[in-house]
T-cell receptor, first 115, second 113 residues
Framework: DTGVSQNPRHKITKRGQNVTFRCDPI?????LYWYRQTLGQGPEFLTY????????KSRLLSDRFSAERPKGSFSTLEIQRTEQGDSAMYLC?????????????FGPGTRLTVL | DAKTTQPNSMESNEEEPVHLPCNHS???????IHWYRQLPSQGPEYVIH???SNVNNRMASLAIAEDRKSSTLILHRATLRDAAVYYC??????????????FGTGTRLQVFP
């Protein structure tokens, strides 16, 4: 399978705990994006990387959230001191700059439940 | 960010054509019109995009109004697998400064056998 993969697929945690999600993009893709989706809503942009550089962060990304893409390949999204409002589906996508249309390919998401 | 307006839901019978409308009256001259869809329990997937001319691909067709203030995604023969939420998104020329997709709530398409 050469698509975008995300791990874990599901995460249940208690309020106040830290969680980390991983995204493996399509191998040759140089852009990687994180989105968050709550029930009944469309995905909301969080941040994106061009190789290892984080080029844009949404105001939704509070100080408790941090994302990295250390070698320009996989990325991690960490949420510190989780709150119940963080419960959502976290989606990762990747794309290849220079390809017409810059289609974003999405992974299956990580569903976070904060108790 | 330019905004799109779509109906909340639509219904179709299997093997019938489906026309999903999208209004984007504040579109700028450099905005592309993208459509993504999200099947149940999956991440969104790209469907089609266009700038001014109508576009066709293996999944769908995109009809763009002459003034570009609206567009229509056309599924020529709906199947049960086409049941999904369809998002119409305006996307500026991709640059190094901004490259995000801004999703609305989309149109939930139900397909009946």
């Amino acid at each position: 399978d050469t698509g975008v993969s995300q791990n874990p697929r599901h995460k249940i945690t208690k309020r106040g705990q830290n969680v980390t999600f991983r995204c493996d993009p399509i191998s040759e893709h140089n852009r990687l994006y994180w989105y968050r989706q709550t029930l009944g809503q469309g995905p909301e942009f969080l941040t994106y990387f061009q190789n290892e550089a984080q080029l844009e962060k949404s105001r939704l990304l509070s100080d408790r959230f941090s994302a990295e893409r250390p070698k320009g390949s996989f990325s991690t999204l960490e949420i510190q001191r989780t709150e119940q409002g963080d419960s959502a589906m976290y989606l990762c996508a990747s794309s290849l700059v220079g390809v017409q249309g810059y289609e974003q390919f999405f992974g299956p998401g990580t569903r976070l439940t904060v108790l | 960010d330019a905004k799109t307006t779509q109906p909340n839901s639509m219904e179709s019978n299997e093997e019938e054509p489906v026309h999903l409308p999208c209004n984007h009256s504040t579109i700028s001259g450099t905005d592309y019109i993208h459509w993504y869809r999200q099947l149940p329990s999956q991440g969104p997937e790209y469907v089609i995009h266009g700038l001014t001319s109508n576009v066709n691909n293996r999944m769908a067709s995109l009809a763009i109004a002459e003034d570009r203030k609206s567009s229509t995604l056309i599924l020529h023969r709906a199947t049960l697998r086409d049941a999904a939420v369809y998002y119409c998104i305006l996307r500026g020329s991709v640059s190094y400064n901004t490259d995000k997709l801004i999703f609305g709530t989309g149109t939930r398409l139900q397909v009946f056998p």
